[in-house]
């Protein structure tokens, strides 16, 4: 008996959810070929070993909330994830993607200012797949078709209900995609043009998704006092179309609204007793991470960034938006460290890097400025693509969303790098940290989860949600990624003031049989595939 790859004596956290058990797992080409009690596969011949001695062997990790479309072109190595244990990356989250893109969106996908190398948009899914295929990666990819690419295409950024015309064009789009491969279908209903959409249109459109045996996944339409009539729209639609629904990075924003993450998961307990198949995803920090111009009013951003930036250089537009903005949200109207502004990082500003993880109230006073002319005014120099991080959720909440047993673990970010292009800006530490987080704080020193639980929301229980077969999974037949980390190290080290730091405690990552983490450090092998749907 003869093998690629022998791991001995490691503990295995085989994915399923079952206890740890120690095992040598022997792998021969892409596949896991033995999983025995210690010491059998002694006499067994390997290509490599790895003496896995009081560490833990789980199946890569699976990242079922990301916005790596464009950044595994920019660097396939795909760093910050394989460094944290993930092998399969899930793209096309919150209605965002790059393909299929026709029309308004090819325009409004173009590359960040600053950065015109970067892969723009793709008009069909098989497209966009076959170049990912051509440019090689380290890690797998699969992705999730984006509504609001499919409605940029057809309808544009226009704020209206789509016509039936149109609404068969994203139909046939949705459907085209399907067939090439994505695993569902998703929204960003605080985004445009995504949220643009009635509740008619996404169980329309769901109905399509359903037919291919995909999902819905939903960056739903309030994550703040609208909390629970967003999730049940999210329900109604899985109800309506007949197929699961995904609760994208599931949390309570703001002070007020604190808490009812319980009244949220009831929600979503009562409708799964109903026969609704919904589930959610999660990451483990109490600050989200997106645009500056979602703070704005989603009227102000129809028709894309150039006429965003023309109605903030309007100065009547501009006090009308202001004037919304603080009927919605008093506290916008002070510098006080409990104001909206406070909790605002600038993670990403090219043309004011010193902005750059920096409070916004903090800018303000520094320039002795109004705050809403302050965030006018960086909407209007960086051309409406601003990044921040929003300091908005408790620690309470992030624990009863991650027990709630039909939680997966999802990073919501892009894989990036310390270096290069992807190593601008201050990023999320959930980019660098996110699994590792999970296991070094919530399970090794809170034990708020076990290993066998926190490892099955990362592994198995994704792998079930979006029809991975042999994925997810230590067992003999399955798909041979692989991670190996030391449990008494694992640790992120990331952090929001220096956010360019890669895990600690991951030692070994294999993808579909491959070394890329090796005594971990990359070995920039490539070895990834895109992962298609199979009914």
């Known amino acids: 008996m003869s093998f690629d790859l022998i791991v001995r004596g490691a503990t295995v956290v085989d994915g399923s959810g079952g206890e740890p058990f120690p095992a040598d797992v022997g792998v021969s080409g892409d596949r896991i070929a033995a999983v025995a009690p210690p010491g059998t596969l002694g006499a ?13 062997l789980a199946p890569g990790f699976i990242d079922i909330h990301t916005h790596s479309d464009r950044s595994i072109l920019i660097n396939p190595r795909m760093e910050s994830k394989l460094r944290q244990g993930v092998t399969t990356e899930i793209g096309g989250n919150c209605g965002s993607g790059v393909a299929p893109a026709l029309g308004e969106a090819t325009s409004n996908l173009r590359p960040d200012p600053g950065r015109e190398s970067e892969p723009g948009s793709w008009p069909t899914m098989a497209d966009y797949f076959a170049h990912i295929e051509r440019a090689g990666i380290a890690g797998n990819y699969a992705t999730l078709a984006a ?105 309570a924003s703001g002070r007020a609204n604190w808490g009812r993450v319980q009244d949220s998961l009831g929600l979503m307990d009562a409708a799964r007793k109903a026969g609704v198949d919904v589930t959610c995803d999660q990451y483990p920090y109490t600050a989200s991470s997106t645009g500056l111009s979602a703070v704005l009013p989603t009227w102000a951003l129809e028709g894309g960034r150039e006429r965003l930036v023309a109605r903030l250089r309007n100065p009547a537009t501009r006090r009308t938006i202001r004037a919304e903005m603080a009927a919605a949200r008093p506290d916008w109207g002070s510098l006080s460290e409990e104001s909206g502004w406070h909790h605002i990082l600038i993670a990403r500003c090219r ?21 809403f002319d302050v ?5 209007i120099q960086e051309d409406g693509a601003v990044g ?36 601008e800006g201050k990023p999320h530490p959930r980019a660098y940290g996110t699994f590792a987080r999970v296991l070094g704080h919530y399970v090794r020193e809170e034990r708020h989860l076990t290993w066998a639980e926190a490892v099955h929301k990362m592994t198995g229980l994704p792998a079930a949600r979006l029809g991975l077969r042999d994925r997810g999974a230590v067992r003999r ?10 449990p ?21 990552v294999f993808v579909n049989g491959v070394a890329v983490v090796s005594g971990g450090e990359h070995t920039g092998a490539l070895p990834g595939r895109v992962l298609r749907h199979s009914p």
């Not at 067994?44 to 833990?56: F, K, L, P, Q, T």
């Not at 037949?477 to 030391?486: E, M, T």
């Not at 640790?491 to 070994?508: C, K, L, M, N, V």
């Open 147 to 251: 509504h609001g690419t499919l409605r940029a295409s057809t309808v544009g950024y226009a704020m209206r209900a789509a016509t039936p015309d149109e609404l068969a064009a994203m139909k046939r789009l949705l459907a085209e995609s399907l067939e090439a491969g994505a695993l569902g279908l998703s929204t960003g209903l605080i985004y445009v043009p995504s949220g643009y959409a009635d509740t008619d249109e996404l169980a329309a459109l769901s109905e399509v998704a359903r037919d291919y045996g995909g999902i819905y996944a939903s960056h739903i339409r309030n994550e703040a006092s609208g909390l629970l009539a967003a999730v049940g729209e999210a329900i109604e639609i899985g109800r309506r179309a007949g197929l699961p629904v995904q609760v994208s990075h599931h949390k």
């Open 44 to 56: 067994a011949a390997a290509g490599a070993e790895v003496d896995a001695g009081g560490r833990y």
């Open 477 to 486: 037949g399955a798909f041979a990624d692989l991670v190996v980390f030391d």
């Open 351 to 371: 043309g004011n890097p010193a902005h750059e993880g920096r409070r916004l109230d903090e800018i303000a006073a520094e320039r002795g400025q109004d705050p």
């Open 388 to 423: 921040c991080v929003f300091f908005s959720m408790c620690e309470p909440d992030v624990r009863s969303v991650m027990r709630w047993p039909g939680t997966m673990i999802g990073s919501d970010a892009s894989s990036v790098a310390p270096y290069g292009q992807l190593g």
């Open 375 to 379: 965030c006018f005014d960086l909407l």
């Open 488 to 508: 008494a190290a694992v640790a992120a080290r990331a952090t929001f003031s220096d956010p360019h730091q890669y895990a600690a405690g991951i030692e070994h």
